[in-house]
């Protein structure tokens, strides 16, 4: 028996639930995923896994043993494809998941960059406003907006992201131009629901003190390219970020308001898992981005 074939298929038995799963993710049959796992409860002399008809579940000794493996196996792995990357060009896949709007306004053209500087790696990249789990879902990096939540994540502040309260001349020469964040609260504004708080726009005042104003409206979007198309069309403001704003704002479609009040920006932040061996490809590709939007970004140039 080999013994890292039998950890990893005891691994993927338990990730999958299933023999069949688990054979299917590593290439093999589900008569030979049930002997490498039969074969190693036998050399370590117990059980890890009560078997029936219907289901597979693990004892608690495979349930510890699983959740130290795992770990175990993870730095195997990426102290193997590190020792790998110092040899030759960095090389395989990279799962990448970032917001819809901004990868598709602002990241598509630097990927595709980095993918002609790095023709040995592949990118699979999925845009999604959900928020998801890098290590379950198997992704390799996140690109996200915001504060990080996620303390067992590395994160990279790769630029600012300014928050801007946008409008269309016609609609601010029909309902007015506010003057203060609390002058929103009797005006039309387009929610973006992605917000956290989407019915409280965040400002800051002369003092540089953060408040939030209330805000209300009929139309809400659960995207901020939408709200922005809804205020090109006068329907309202709306708050959006300043690389959805930019060519609206420089063709003069859209204009600015409350410009002294503007927020504390957020922040543009690369997430990956923790690991004293980062893989090349991977750091090759955060020090790409960070290369990119170091500074001030080019949707604030003008």
């Not at 395989?92 to 500087?117: E, K, N, Y």
Request: proline share 5%; with cysteine; glycine share 6%.
């Amino acid at each position: 028996m080999d013994r890292l074939d039998a950890n990893r298929m005891f691994l993927a038995v338990m990730e999958t639930g299933s023999f069949t799963a688990a054979a299917a993710r590593l290439g093999t049959s589900s008569g030979q995923a049930s002997k490498l796992v039969s074969s190693l409860e036998n050399a370590l002399g117990v059980r890890l896994l009560n078997r029936t008809t219907r289901a597979i579940a693990p004892t608690e000794a495979g349930q510890a043993y699983f959740e130290r493996m795992r770990a175990l196996l993870e730095e195997f792995d990426s102290l193997e494809a590190a020792i790998k990357d110092t040899a030759q060009e960095p090389s395989g896949r990279l799962r990448i998941t970032a917001p819809l709007t901004f990868g598709a306004m602002a990241l598509t053209q630097v990927l595709s960059d980095f993918a002609r500087a790095y023709p040995r790696i592949a990118l699979d990249v999925n845009f999604s406003d959900r928020i998801v789990n890098l290590v379950d879902e198997g992704f390799d990096i996140a690109i996200r907006i915001g504060r990080p939540d996620d303390s067992a994540m590395m994160a990279r502040k790769l630029c600012d992201m300014r928050l801007l309260v946008v409008a269309a001349p016609d609609f601010l020469a029909e309902s007015g131009t506010p003057t203060t964040p609390e002058a929103l609260g009797a005006m039309a504004c387009i929610i973006d629901t992605n917000f956290r708080e989407p019915n409280r726009w965040p400002f800051r005042t002369a003092r540089g003190e953060a408040i939030t104003a209330p805000v209300q409206g009929r139309l809400r979007f659960s995207n901020a390219e939408a709200c922005l198309n809804a205020a090109e069309a006068g329907l309202g403001l709306a708050c959006v970020p300043s690389f959805v704003a930019a060519e609206a704002l420089r063709a003069g479609r859209l204009v600015r308001v409350l410009q002294p009040f503007e927020a504390e920006p957020l922040a543009l932040y690369a997430l990956y898992p923790h690991g004293r061996h980062l893989a090349a490809k991977l750091r090759r590709l955060v020090d790409f981005l960070a290369e990119r939007f170091k500074g001030k970004p080019a949707w604030d140039e003008g």
